[in-house]
C-alpha cells in the first residue's frame, strides 16, 4: 500500500511538474512578426494558399508567438519584385518562382525549373539528396536569402495561343508571357518573350498586347480566365516539367529566429511543399474538363517545334555555362543527376505509365 500510494504521488507531482513547465516554455519564447509578400494573387488558392498554410502551421506550433501575415502580389510590392524586397529587408520573407529574376543570374532557373529537365519527383530528390539544395543556398545567400522549398506547380501547359502552332515559322513574331529561360530559347525562334506577374496576363492578352500567355495549369488558367480570350490551350509545358516554389527570408531575420522556430519554419514549408503537389494533381483534371467543355482547344506542341527548343536549349546551356562559372557549376552538377534521373524512370514509371494510360485511352 505504500508502493501505491509513493507512485501515485510521485506521479501527481510529475504531472503538476509537467503543468507548470509548459509555460514556462512557452513564456521564454519571443514574439515575432513577419510581412510575407508574395508574387501571386489570393485568387490563386493553391500557389497563395501554399503561403496562407505555411502562416498558419507557424502561429499554431509557436501558441501564436511567431506570426506571417501573408499579402498578395500589388500590396506590399509588384509581383516581380519580391526578391528584391526580401533582399533589401522591405519584408522579412517572399514567396516567389526563382526564375522571375534570371535578369540578375540565370543560375536561378535551376531552383525553378530548366527547360527539358526533371520532373517534379527528379526535382525534389536533386534538391534533398543530389546537391540541389546546398547550391541554391550558395547563390541565394549571395542576394542576402535564406531558400526553403515551399512549394511546386508540378508539370506545366505549353500556354494559350490566339493561333494554332503547327510548324517552328508560327512562332515568329509572336509576343509571348512566358518565364524563365524559356523565352530566350523561343526567342532564337523569333518570338518577342514577355515577363507578365500572373495577374497582369488576362489584361495584357485581352488587349492584344500579348499573342499567347503560359502560367501554370488548368485549374489556375481557369481562374484567371484565359480561355476567354485564347482558345488554343497547348501542352507540354516543355520548360516547366516541374515548378518549385521557394520561401525567400532574410538573412538577418532568419539568423535572429530562435532556433525552435526555425525548424517550425522549415518544416511547415516542406508541408507546404506536399500540400501544394498534391492539391494541384487534385484539381487539374476537374479543371481541364471543364476547359474543354467550354470550347478549349487542346493541342500539343508539333515534335518539330519540341525538337527545335530543345536543340536551343542545350546550345543555350553551353553558352551561359562559358560566360558565367556559377551556372557552369551548377549546370555541371545538375545534368548528370538529370541523365541518371532519366534511365531510371524509363525503366520503371515511363514504362508503367505508357501501359496503364494506353489502356486508359483505349477504354475510353
Known amino acids: 500500500m505504500k508502493r501505491r500510494a509513493f507512485l501515485a504521488g510521485a506521479g501527481a507531482g510529475l504531472a503538476a511538474s509537467t503543468v507548470v513547465a509548459a509555460p514556462a516554455i512557452a513564456q521564454s519564447q519571443p514574439e515575432i512578426k513577419w510581412r510575407l509578400a508574395s ?11 501554399g503561403a496562407e498554410l505555411i502562416a498558419r502551421r507557424v502561429a499554431a506550433a509557436t501558441d501564436n508567438k511567431f506570426q506571417i501575415r501573408t499579402f498578395a502580389a500589388g500590396e506590399i510590392v509588384p509581383a516581380l519584385q519580391v526578391l528584391d524586397a526580401v533582399q533589401n529587408g522591405t519584408v522579412e520573407c517572399g514567396q516567389s518562382a526563382a ?65 494554332e502552332i503547327k510548324t517552328v515559322e508560327d512562332l515568329s513574331g509572336l509576343k509571348m508571357r512566358v518565364g524563365g529561360l524559356a523565352g530566350q530559347i523561343m526567342g532564337k525562334l523569333g518570338l518577342v518573350p514577355q515577363q507578365i506577374g500572373g495577374g497582369d496576363i488576362y489584361p ?62 522549415e518544416q511547415a514549408c516542406w ?40 536543340k536551343i536549349a542545350n546550345e543555350l546551356y553551353d553558352e551561359l555555362s562559358a560566360k558565367n562559372p556559377r551556372f557552369r557549376k551548377v549546370y555541371e552538377a545538375w545534368k548528370p543527376f538529370r541523365d541518371e534521373e532519366r534511365l531510371w524512370f524509363r525503366v520503371a514509371e515511363n514504362t508503367f505509365d505508357s501501359y496503364v494510360y494506353a489502356q486508359s485511352a483505349q477504354r475510353r
Not at 112 to 125: D, E, K, S
Not at 221 to 233: I, P, S, T
Not at 235 to 242: A, L, Q, R, T
Open 39 to 49: 508574387s501571386y494573387p489570393k485568387s490563386l488558392d493553391t500557389i497563395f494558399g
Open 99 to 163: 526564375y522571375f529574376y534570371i535578369g540578375k543570374d540565370p543560375t536561378f532557373c535551376f531552383d525553378t525549373a530548366m527547360p527539358f529537365g526533371l520532373n517534379t519527383r527528379q526535382h525534389i530528390a536533386w534538391m534533398m539528396h543530389g546537391g540541389g539544395l546546398e547550391l541554391m543556398r550558395e547563390l541565394f545567400r549571395d542576394h542576402n536569402i535564406y531558400n526553403i522549398p515551399a512549394g511546386n506547380t508540378t508539370a506545366q501547359m505549353g500556354g494559350w495561343f490566339r493561333k
Open 204 to 265: 495584357a492578352l485581352e488587349r492584344g498586347t500579348i499573342d499567347a500567355a503560359e502560367f501554370v495549369g488548368p485549374y489556375d488558367d481557369e481562374k484567371l480566365g484565359f480561355h476567354k480570350v485564347a482558345k488554343y490551350y497547348y501542352s507540354p509545358g516543355w520548360w516547366e516539367g516541374s515548378a518549385q516554389i521557394p520561401l525567400m527570408i532574410n538573412i538577418t531575420a532568419w539568423e535572429q529566429l530562435p532556433e525552435s522556430y526555425r525548424t517550425i519554419l
Open 271 to 310: 508541408e507546404a511543399n506536399t500540400w501544394m503537389i498534391a492539391k494541384y494533381d487534385a484539381v487539374n483534371a476537374a479543371a481541364l474538363k471543364r476547359l474543354v467543355a467550354g470550347g478549349a482547344q487542346l493541342r500539343a506542341f508539333p515534335r518539330e517545334v519540341m525538337m527545335a527548343c530543345e
